[in-house]
């Protein structure tokens, strides 16, 4: 099996600054993309940013500019830097890895973490 762990959720006020951290652990053999989602309470879960095997990245358009995601492969670990806060931005932030285990190693799947919460306000 495959665990992502959030870390670095909290409470910031209005342009203020936060980094995420996720860890993937357990039965890895590959990981491909590692991605930040968030859900704020009553919509749906919608992508924040994404980064490939090759450092490659996508943002959503509300986060471009102010978030920045990194990613440390030998640590199997991804960052959100996330700047300029706004109180839309509070949300749970879920971390997703698209991974393939030592089990299966030509079946890539999607895990996700149990997020960390972000509020901004004042």
């Known amino acids: 099996q495959v665990q992502l762990v959030e870390s670095g959720g909290g409470l910031v006020q209005p342009g203020g600054s936060l980094r995420l951290s996720c860890v993937a652990s357990?039965?890895?053999?590959?990981?491909?993309?590692m991605d930040w989602y968030r859900q704020a309470p009553g919509k749906q879960r919608d992508m924040v940013a994404q980064?490939?095997?090759?450092?490659?990245?996508n943002y959503a358009d509300s986060v471009k500019g102010r978030f920045t995601i990194s990613r440390d492969t030998a640590k199997n670990t991804v960052y959100l830097q996330m700047n300029s806060l706004k109180p839309e931005d509070t949300a749970v932030y879920y971390c997703?890895?698209?991974?393939?285990?030592?089990?299966?190693?030509?079946?890539?799947?999607?895990?996700w973490g149990q997020g960390t919460q972000v509020t901004v306000s004042s």
């Open positions: 357990g039965d890895i053999f590959s990981i491909y993309t």
């Open positions: 980064i490939t095997s090759a450092g490659g990245t």
């Open positions: 997703e890895a698209l991974v393939t285990t030592t089990r299966v190693p030509s079946a890539p799947r999607y895990y």
